[in-house]
């Protein structure tokens, strides 16, 4: 008479293989890992996107208030007020590249077809590759006022020149601009030199205004979702910690 394999359908009904059981477990810890990446990732975006709306508004207040807008209006004004003045850059600026005085280039980039992945590679774009922006002097109403520092940003530049899959585009001696700075000593530390009006310039300032509402509500939405998914990362563990406090509670009762 056969005995009964008792033992075979007791392991099989009551205890799981620990195969099965280490990859519940490992899954478990997956998901924990990425959910609390994805909240970080979303917390520091949200933060980021508030400190440049906090950025631009402090721009826009700043040039919104009355600035400092003919040469006569800097002779003994405090350093650090806002510029905003337009002239010519001066005739006798020495120029580089295509008789550019002050430029930036650009290089196209063509990338390959599919990167190394296999996926789609980006779309072809201009990249830049380099620049020149030297102090210089700007001549406006007869006065000449100087340019003192480098490394401004150039925008609406008023001249281009292509060669192939390469080109700059700047200004040139004589050139009307709009520099938007700050008083220094010596004359003025510019921030960026316009090619546009001031009306565009006021513009562009309002164009901001209205974008400062859209980023911090976008940096507050961020941080909620990322708050949130940090929330359903942590609650587990709080609940682990609670039940080893109460079983340390117990058993101490018991003793």
Request: glycine share 10%.
């Amino acid at each position: 008479m056969r005995p009964k394999p008792r033992s075979r359908r007791h392991s099989k009904g009551s205890n799981p293989p620990n195969r099965e059981v280490d990859r519940e477990g490992d899954g478990r810890r997956e998901k924990q890992v990425i959910l609390m990446s994805v909240s970080l990732v979303l917390l520091t975006l949200g933060g980021l996107s508030l400190l440049m709306a906090n950025q631009t508004a402090s721009v826009v207040r700043r040039f919104s208030n009355p600035a400092i807008q003919s040469a006569s209006d800097l002779r003994g004004a405090a350093r650090g007020r806002a510029v905003v003045l337009r002239g010519q850059i001066d005739q006798q600026t020495l120029a580089s590249y295509w008789g550019l005085a002050l430029y930036y280039c650009e290089q196209f980039d063509a990338p390959p077809q599919t990167n190394r992945f296999g996926g789609r590679s980006l779309s072809p774009r201009w990249v830049r590759c380099e620049s020149f922006r030297p102090p210089f002097i700007l001549v406006t109403n007869g006065e000449r006022v100087p340019i003192i520092n480098g490394h401004y940003a150039i925008e609406q530049p008023s001249a281009v020149r292509e060669l192939g899959r390469f080109r700059c585009a700047g200004f040139r001696p004589g050139d009307e601009v709009l520099v938007i700075g700050n008083t220094a000593k010596g004359g003025i530390s510019a921030g960026k030199v316009f090619g546009g009006t001031r009306a565009e310039f006021w513009k562009t300032l309002e164009e901001q205004r209205a974008l400062i509402v859209v980023e911090r509500r976008m940096g507050l939405l961020l941080m909620g979702l990322g708050l949130l998914l940090l929330a359903l990362w942590a609650a587990p563990r709080i609940r682990k910690a609670a039940s080893w406090s109460s079983s340390a509670v117990g058993d101490r009762t018991h003793l």
